[in-house]
Every structure is written in structure tokens, then in C-alpha cells.
């Protein structure tokens, strides 16, 4: 009886020992497991964190950048672009537009002092004439596009529908892409044709003191400051589409031709230099048509005949004019 009641006390004993040693070990494995995970879970986070921040690895693709899962310059250029880019180039086109017109009313338009006299110069010839005016059409179709494809979505996108906005982004995307090559080659042949009579001379820094001698008001009225063939404020123009047009001309071949095969970083610092000298060409621009068309009495009809009425010439570019007439290339319009 005795035996018999000290082996069900064993039997018992190695039971709860047996449980407990079981227990204990599963403690341990679900701990150890447990560990695992968060060891795993914080690889892993750090992975995606290092993913996330641009780190590069390795992989059997080909091609630049093969490495990179996620290019944060991509998102960095993208955040440049939308919040100092978009609205600069808004405030540029908009706020160059209305000082010219508040200035134009204030001012009035810059008049011949002597009228026209009637007797026409010859100014450009018929090969200046097509240049100009396919570099003028081809760069305001750019803008337009441009401006299009910069601001559209805050300006046209929310009042259309959306076929209509697809078709317009669409189609502005895709005259953009080929009028950029067209502008290229005559922007090219422009510069290099004008480059001559466009050097800065000492007397271009007067120019800029009496305002080139626009102004009807106040102690610069009827000022007719000294200027060649082309003024100082001509001249800017003409320097700035030489340089902007050529950062925009080399920016935008490199993004336009996705068979480069670019780095991230160049295809987005191709964008921000595109997107700034586009800026000021399309400021320049602006200011460049109001003064054509309103502001210089007589100017407009040197790039419409080539020829400019002789006071205009007297007026504006006296320098040039006297040269003309003392070397005998001075040439009029036989009516
Ligand atoms: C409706 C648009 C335009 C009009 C009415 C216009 C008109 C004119 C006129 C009248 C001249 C001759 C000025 C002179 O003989 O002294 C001129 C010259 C010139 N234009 Fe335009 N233009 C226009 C657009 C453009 C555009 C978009 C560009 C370039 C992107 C441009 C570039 C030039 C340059 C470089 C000159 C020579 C420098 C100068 O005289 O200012 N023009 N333009």
C-alpha cells in the first residue's frame, strides 16, 4: 500500500516537473521568436528608411541608377518645381504684364517729337524679317504651351472638363516637344546673324541712366539718350535670348530625349534650368511686344517692311543713323 501510494507520488512529481520544464521552454521559444520579429521588423524598417532616403544597393539590371529603388531627387526637384517655380513664373508673367500697362497709362506712349516724316530707311532685310518672325512664332507657341503645361492646373484645369483638359495638356505637350527643335535652329541662326551689332559700347551705360528716353513725365521728359543700330535695352534683350535661349535649348534636348539615359539629378536640374531661363525669357518677351507694338511710335513697322521712317531713326538710333549717312549706305524706300 505504502509502495503503491509512493509511486503515484513520483508518477505526479515527474509530471509536474515535466509541465514545467515544457511551459518554461515554450516561454523561452515564444520569447526568442518575439525577439525575432522585432529584430526583423527594425531591419526592416531601417531598410525602407534607407530605401525611402535614396540609398542605393545592388541588382542585375542595367542602365544608370540601377541600384536605386527610390531617387529622392526626383521628389526634391518635383517640390522646387510646384512651390517656387509655379508661382515666380505666375507672378513674373503676371506682374510684368500689368507694371507695363499701369506704365503705359501713366506714361503714354513714347512719340515721335518731330511726327513721321514720311521718308522710309531701310532697316532689315527680307532674311532678318524670316528670321525674326519664325524665332517669334516658334518661342510664343513655347510659351503658351509652356505656360500651359506649368500653371494650366491651377488656371484652365478646374473650369474645363476633363477630355477638354486632357486634350489641352496633351496637345501642349506634344507641340511643345516639336516646336522646341524648330526654335533651336532658328534662335541659333539669329545669334549668330545679329551678334555683330550687338556689342555693348560705352555710351549703351547713358542709355540705361535716362531709361533709353521713354519717359514723358518728370526730369527725364523728351531725354533722347545716344544708340547704334541697336539700343542698350535691345541689346539686353538680345544677350538674354542669346544666353537663356541656350540654357533652355541644351536643358530641354536633355529632357526631351529619354534615350540619354540621364541621371536623375541632371534630367532635375535640366528642369529647374529650363523652368528659370524660362522665366525671364517670357518676362523679357513680354516687355519686348509692349514696346514694339505700344510704347515706340513708328517701331512696329520695322519688323512688318523692314524699312523705319527717318525721324523714328534720327530719334531712337541717331549713332546708327548718322554712320548710315556719312558712309552712304543710307538707303530709302522707292514707293
Ligand atoms: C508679337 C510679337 C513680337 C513683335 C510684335 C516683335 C516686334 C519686334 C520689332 C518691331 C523689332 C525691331 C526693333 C528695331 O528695329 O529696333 C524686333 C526686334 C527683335 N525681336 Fe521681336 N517681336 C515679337 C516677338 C519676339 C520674340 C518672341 C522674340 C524672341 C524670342 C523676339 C526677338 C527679337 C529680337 C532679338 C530683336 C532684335 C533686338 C531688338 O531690336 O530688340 N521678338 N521685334
Known amino acids: 500500500m505504502l509502495i503503491k501510494s509512493l509511486r503515484s507520488l513520483f508518477a505526479l512529481m515527474v509530471l509536474v516537473f515535466g509541465l514545467g520544464l515544457a511551459s518554461t521552454s515554450a516561454m523561452a521559444a515564444a520569447e526568442q521568436s518575439s525577439s525575432q520579429q522585432a529584430t526583423a521588423q527594425t531591419s526592416e524598417a531601417d531598410l525602407w528608411r534607407a530605401v525611402k532616403a535614396g540609398e542605393s544597393g545592388s541588382t542585375t539590371a542595367k542602365g544608370v541608377e540601377r541600384g536605386v529603388l527610390i531617387n529622392v531627387v526626383g521628389e526634391q526637384g518635383r517640390e522646387v518645381r510646384n512651390k517656387y517655380m509655379t508661382p515666380v513664373m505666375a507672378i513674373a508673367v503676371v506682374g510684368v504684364f500689368v507694371a507695363f500697362l499701369l506704365f503705359y497709362f501713366v506714361n503714354g506712349p513714347s512719340r515721335l517729337s518731330k511726327g513721321f516724316s514720311g521718308k522710309m530707311v531701310f532697316r532689315w532685310s527680307k532674311a532678318d524679317l524670316i528670321i525674326h518672325w519664325c524665332v517669334a512664332i516658334s518661342c510664343l507657341t513655347l510659351i503658351f504651351t509652356g505656360l500651359n503645361i506649368m500653371l494650366g492646373k491651377h488656371v484652365l484645369q ?47 551705360f547713358k542709355w540705361f541712366l535716362t531709361v533709353g528716353g521713354y519717359f514723358n513725365i518728370g526730369p527725364l521728359k523728351g531725354k533722347h539718350p545716344d544708340s547704334g543700330f541697336a539700343n542698350a535695352g535691345e541689346k539686353m534683350w538680345f544677350w538674354t535670348l542669346a544666353i537663356f535661349g541656350l540654357f533652355i535649348a541644351i536643358s530641354g534636348v536633355m529632357m526631351v530625349l529619354p534615350n540619354l539615359d540621364l541621371p536623375r539629378e541632371a534630367s532635375m536640374a535640366a528642369l529647374l534650368v529650363h523652368g528659370v531661363s524660362a522665366t525671364l525669357i517670357i518676362a523679357f518677351t513680354i516687355v519686348h511686344i509692349w514696346m514694339a507694338t505700344a510704347l515706340s511710335e513708328g517701331g512696329m513697322e520695322c519688323m512688318v517692311s523692314g524699312y523705319c521712317d527717318e525721324n523714328w531713326a534720327m530719334q531712337h538710333h541717331n549713332l546708327w543713323y548718322d554712320e548710315i549717312k556719312a558712309n552712304g549706305t543710307l538707303k530709302y524706300r522707292e514707293d
Not at 166 to 191: C, E, M, N, Q, R
Open 158 to 204: 478646374p473650369y474645363v472638363g476633363g477630355d477638354i483638359w486632357a486634350a489641352l495638356i496633351y496637345g501642349s505637350k506634344t507641340i511643345h516637344d516639336w516646336v522646341g527643335p524648330f526654335f533651336i535652329v532658328a534662335w541659333a541662326v539669329l545669334v549668330i546673324k545679329w551678334l555683330p551689332d550687338q556689342m555693348l559700347k560705352s555710351y549703351d
